[in-house]
C-alpha cells in the first residue's frame, strides 16, 4: 500500500527526502542549515499533500541546489 488515501506513496516520498539530506551532508554540509532550504521543504510539502511525484521531485532538487548554493557561499567567505 502507499501510506495514504490520496494514492501518493510516502515511503517513496521519504526515500527521496532522505537521498537528498544525504547528499547535501556529504558534499556540502555546511548547506543544511541555511534558512534557504525552508521554502523547498514546504514547496516539496505542498506536492506531497497534492499527491504529485513530479512536482514533489523539483523541489527536492532545487532543496540540493539551494544547500550546495549555501555551502560554496559559506567556504567562499571562509576563505
Do not use: Q
Amino acid at each position: 500500500m502507499d501510506g495514504t488515501s490520496t494514492g501518493f506513496d510516502t515511503k517513496w516520498a521519504a526515500v527521496k527526502a532522505a537521498e537528498a539530506l544525504r547528499y547535501l551532508g556529504r558534499h556540502y554540509p555546511e548547506g543544511l542549515a541555511s534558512a534557504a532550504l525552508h521554502e523547498h521543504e514546504e514547496a516539496a510539502n505542498r506536492a506531497a499533500l497534492e499527491g504529485d511525484r513530479e512536482a514533489y521531485l523539483e523541489p527536492l532538487r532545487d532543496y540540493c541546489r539551494a544547500g550546495r548554493d549555501e555551502a560554496v557561499r559559506i567556504r567562499e567567505a571562509a576563505a
